[in-house]
């Protein structure tokens, strides 16, 4: 998601405007955690704020002082707060914060914990950008064991993947069976620990469905019907990724995007890119 900011300058300080509050709530991983995180985005709730026109960090009041860092080119956070959801409400709560009263976010050198996460951030990019030079300086047969050592590495990602969705259809028909009462009764750790073993399954797309399935029991009413379409599509989407062979291919990037694949600007064909002259409104 790439997003725009502006810099205004005043005498004592300047102001980053990073994102609109409707761009945060975009990043939300489910309505949860916009709710908690808009509890947290009163000045009153953090020890500390800052930015330097590049990045922006804060210390959030809770049971403990969490130290939160973000980076809007990207945008990227890093939070000390054990949540597994990303990203947390903490992070959203400043980005929401500063969204309303940027103004808080006074300039200032950033703390020893924050240049620590920006310098690794910058040593990575650096890395990133040397191994892409030295692709282009490669032999064939060099690009033919970079190749083989890449398709490893699919084959391996993508046992694990089949894997966690063996795993994924057991929980959904244990589920099913007890009953969608059942799942209103649970607590926020049963949706948590399946999310978490697709995590290691490697597919964040699939945990992120799963843990915001979590706050549908508690949505009020109509809640077991929205529950169960959502169940429908995510085991709708498991039968897809096993038959993604026999599928277009422009439905096949879709799907392969819902589990948690990620692609790169190569892998498109020439004829999915549009180009246009465009006018952005909000």
């Not at 990602?157 to 009462?181: C, F, N, S, T, Y």
């Not at 399935?213 to 949505?219: D, E, T, V």
Request: aromatic fraction near 8%; proline fraction near 6%; glycine fraction near 6%.
């Amino acid at each position: 998601m790439s997003l725009i900011y502006t810099v205004h300058y005043e005498s004592n300080y300047f102001i980053m405007s990073l994102l609109t509050t409707e761009q945060a709530v975009a990043l939300a991983p489910d309505d949860a955690s916009v709710k908690a995180a808009r509890g947290l985005a009163r000045p009153g709730k953090w020890a500390s704020l800052g930015q330097n026109g590049h990045a922006l960090w804060g210390e959030c009041k809770g049971s403990a002082l969490y130290q939160v860092c973000v980076d809007p080119s990207e945008p990227a956070f890093k939070c000390t707060c054990p949540s597994r959801k990303f990203p947390c409400k903490h992070a959203l709560g400043l980005l929401l914060l500063t969204a309303s009263q940027p103004e808080m976010a006074i300039t200032s050198e950033p703390p020893d914990w924050m240049n620590e996460w920006l310098a690794k951030r910058a040593q990575s990019a650096k890395r990133k950008a040397a191994r892409a030079n030295a692709d282009t300086d490669l032999d064939p047969g060099q690009h033919a064991k970079r190749a083989a050592a890449k398709d490893k590495r699919t084959a391996e990602r993508q046992r694990k993947i089949e894997g966690g969705l063996e795993e994924l259809e057991r929980w959904l028909r244990d589920l099913v069976r007890q009953g969608l009462a059942y799942a209103q009764q649970q607590p926020a750790r049963y949706w948590d620990d399946m999310a978490a073993r697709l995590v290691d399954a490697q597919a964040p797309g699939l945990a992120r469905w799963l843990r915001n399935l979590a706050s549908i029991p508690a949505s009020g009413e109509g809640w077991a019907e929205r529950l169960l379409a959502q169940l429908g599509s995510l085991y709708l989407l498991l039968e897809a990724y096993r038959r993604l062979a026999a599928l277009p291919e422009p439905l096949q990037a879709d799907i392969r995007s819902r589990i948690g694949w990620s692609w790169q600007e190569g892998d498109l064909p020439a004829e999915a890119w549009v180009r246009d002259r465009w006018l952005m409104l909000g």
